[in-house]
C-alpha cells in the first residue's frame, strides 16, 4: 500500500473542521439531546482516555478539625470528575438524560477552569452518547469540538484517538448519505492507520509500546470494518470483501480465532460472499463461525445461527434451513432478543414462500410431462 500523501490527509481534517478552531463554542450553542434509540458491539473499538483520571483527593485532618488544602484549581478538578463519574454511571444505568445534565455541567467547569484535557474528554463523552442515541447531527458537532481542541493543543493528525474521532464522523455522513465525506473519512482513517503501522515496523523494537501498536491496528481493523458495511450497503461488494477480509486478519492476529469480533466478522465476510453468489464458500465461512462460536459460547449465537439458515436458503438446502432457523428462534428467544426474533421469522416467511415455489415449480413440470 503506497503512503498517503499528507495534504490530501490535511485537507479532509480541515473540510471536517472548516478550517478554524471553535475555541469559544460553549455547551449552550450546541442541541441538548433528547431520547431517541450493528447487533453486536464492536469490539474492535479502542476507547480513547485524554483526560486524566485522578482519584479524588481527602482533605487533612487533625483534632482540632478538618483542613482543605487543596487550590481552587484542584477543588474544581475534582468536581469535574466527580460529575463525570456520575455521568458514566448514569449512562450505565441507561439513564440517559441524567448523564447528558452531569455532562452539561462538567463542560461548563471545564470550560471555565480552562481545563482542556477536561474539555476534550468531556466532549467526546457526549458526542458518544449522542451517537448512540442516534442524534447524529449533534454528534458530528461534539466530535468536532473535541478534535478542534485537540489539534490546536498539539495532537498530530494520526493520533489514534483524532482517527478514531474521523471514523465516528465518516460513519455518520455515512448514515446521512453525505458519500463524498464518508468516503473521504474512511480513506484518511485507513491510509492514516496504515501509514502509521509502516512506520512504527521502522522504528526499533523498544520506541512504541505493545498496547500502542495493538490499539492501532485494531483501529485499522475497526476502520476497515466500517468501510466494508459502508460499501456493502451501497452493493459494492467486491470491495466490501476486500475489507472484510483484512479486517478479519487483523482481529484473528490480534484477538484470536474465537473472539466474538472475529466471529462477527466472519459472519459478516459470509454474508458478503453470499450476496455475490458465492454460496459455498460463504457457507463455509459461517459454519466456522458457528463451531467456533459455539465452543466459545457466543452471547450471540443465534445471529450466526441465522445468518448460516438464510445462506442454505439460498444454495437450496431448505430443510437444514428450517431446523437452524427454528434453533436461531429458539436461542433469540431466550435471550430476549426481540429484534432478532423478528429477523428470523422473517426469514422463516421467506423460505417457506421459496419452498412453496418450487414445489409449484415441480407440480408444474410434472403435469407438463404428462
Known sequence: MSKPSQPGLSGFISK?????CPSDLLISNLVHPCHSQ????????????????????????????????RTEAQKTEDEII??????????????????????HKAVRLAHQSHNNDAIIYTYSLMANLAFVQGQLDNAEKLFKAAMSFMLSGGTPQDDNAVIEMSLKLASIYATQNKNELAEHGFQFCTESLEAKIEKHKELPPDTVSEEERKDTR???????????????????????CRDYRHALQICQEEQGESHPQTLVLMSDLATVLDLQGKHDEALAQVKKAVELGQAAGHPDQHVLLGNMAGILMHKGEFEESIKLYEEALTLARAAGDMEAVEQLEEGLKELNRRKEEQNRSTTDDQAAEE
Open 16 to 20: 471536517l473542521l472548516h478550517l478554524h
Open 38 to 69: 450493528r447487533k453486536s458491539q464492536h469490539l474492535l473499538d479502542t476507547s480513547y482516555k485524554p483526560y486524566k483520571q485522578v482519584n479524588l483527593r481527602v482533605g487533612s485532618f487533625s483534632i482540632f478539625g478538618s483542613t482543605d488544602e
Open 82 to 103: 466527580l460529575l463525570l463519574k456520575k455521568a458514566k454511571y448514569s449512562m450505565m444505568l441507561g439513564e440517559l438524560d441524567a448523564a447528558n445534565v452531569f455532562l
Open 218 to 240: 485494531l483501529l485499522l481493523g475497526l476502520s476497515l470494518d466500517s468501510r466494508a458495511r459502508y460499501l456493502a450497503a451501497s452493493h459494492r461488494l467486491s470491495g466490501a
